[in-house]
């Protein structure tokens, strides 16, 4: 009899499937690796949710098997060469703060990348037995001037280098809207924000305000004088329309930064 898997053993079955496919293409002469993945799969032997879900940051070479697992489920429109090429380009995290991310717009307008990409990481969350909450409406949402993708009508895939380090402020706090005056029109993070915690969904445990910030995405604007922000509580994790005239202590204004060579 068939069984219904939900989310989370999908996504189990998936990483098997993943090492049966990296033993195998290693040219090993001992399965016994292979045969063990296999029979787990046969029996429907599927690890339980882990109560300490993984800390730090995704590998990023771990990002490649995150995408086309992605481009599969969703249908992103993303080809096998294009992962493979940026995935070349793209360094390692140089630390928690100053992690490295992605650049990814879907050619179909805003309002389609997000929700894409709300659906993406509310996967990825569930995976950790994690509820995610949308509390506004992709409607709602535009992109902060100067901010906008380079090529919007196109699907494009990118390297993002995120900085939640600068505008961090524990002790006194930051204002959102006072940050984008001292950037001048500089481009800030916008969807990359969403791509980044995808990528990273273990972020939004770690977030206290202490260790983690809170994110704020604000090269988006809700309706006028708000801005995506990312965080967590009892109930999950959450993106809300935070009022970004306020000084808030916890949170970290994204940034990008640029490359070291």
């Given at each position: 009899m068939a069984t219904k898997l939900n989310n989370s053993q999908k996504g189990q079955l998936s990483d098997q499937l993943a090492e049966v496919y990296r033993v195998a293409s290693n040219g090993t002469r001992d399965f016994s690796d292979v045969r063990r993945a296999l029979q787990a799969i046969i029996e429907g032997k599927f690890p339980e949710i882990p109560t300490n879900p993984p800390s730090g940051l995704t590998r990023v070479s771990q990002y490649a098997h995150k995408l086309n697992g992605w481009n599969d489920q969703f249908d992103l429109g993303l080809t096998a060469e294009g992962i493979a090429h940026v995935m070349s380009a793209l360094p390692d995290h140089d630390g928690l703060l100053l992690p490295t991310g992605i650049k990814l717009?879907?050619?179909?307008?805003?309002?389609?990348?997000?929700?894409?990409?709300?659906?993406?990481?509310?996967?990825?969350?569930?995976?950790?037995?994690?509820?995610f909450t949308e509390y506004f409406d992709a409607s709602r949402l535009s992109y902060f001037a100067g901010s906008e993708p380079e090529h919007p009508d196109g699907v494009e895939l990118d390297v993002a280098l995120l900085d939640l380090q600068t505008f961090w402020?524990?002790?006194?706090?930051?204002?959102?809207?006072?940050?984008?005056?001292?950037?001048?029109?500089?481009?800030?993070?916008?969807?990359?924000?969403?791509?980044?915690?995808?990528?990273?969904?273990?972020?939004?445990?770690?977030?206290?305000?202490?260790?983690?910030?809170?994110?704020w995405a604000a090269g988006l604007v809700v309706d006028s004088d708000s801005r995506p922000y990312f965080g967590r509580d009892s109930d999950g994790a959450f993106v809300l329309d935070g009022w970004d005239g306020g000084r808030w202590r916890g949170d970290s204004v994204v940034a990008f930064r640029e490359c070291k060579n």
């Amino acid at each position: 009899m068939a069984t219904k898997l939900n989310n989370s053993q999908k996504g189990q079955l998936s990483d098997q499937l993943a090492e049966v496919y990296r033993v195998a293409s290693n040219g090993t002469r001992d399965f016994s690796d292979v045969r063990r993945a296999l029979q787990a799969i046969i029996e429907g032997k599927f690890p339980e949710i882990p109560t300490n879900p993984p800390s730090g940051l995704t590998r990023v070479s771990q990002y490649a098997h995150k995408l086309n697992g992605w481009n599969d489920q969703f249908d992103l429109g993303l080809t096998a060469e294009g992962i493979a090429h940026v995935m070349s380009a793209l360094p390692d995290h140089d630390g928690l703060l100053l992690p490295t991310g992605i650049k990814l717009t879907l050619g179909r307008g805003l309002q389609h990348d997000w929700e894409v990409g709300m659906k993406i990481l509310a996967y990825e969350l569930d995976k950790l037995g994690v509820r995610f909450t949308e509390y506004f409406d992709a409607s709602r949402l535009s992109y902060f001037a100067g901010s906008e993708p380079e090529h919007p009508d196109g699907v494009e895939l990118d390297v993002a280098l995120l900085d939640l380090q600068t505008f961090w402020d524990p002790r006194s706090g930051i204002v959102p809207r006072e940050v984008r005056k001292q950037l001048k029109g500089q481009p800030m993070p916008g969807l990359e924000v969403v791509w980044f915690l995808a990528l990273n969904p273990q972020v939004f445990l770690a977030m206290d305000g202490k260790t983690m910030p809170y994110l704020w995405a604000a090269g988006l604007v809700v309706d006028s004088d708000s801005r995506p922000y990312f965080g967590r509580d009892s109930d999950g994790a959450f993106v809300l329309d935070g009022w970004d005239g306020g000084r808030w202590r916890g949170d970290s204004v994204v940034a990008f930064r640029e490359c070291k060579n």
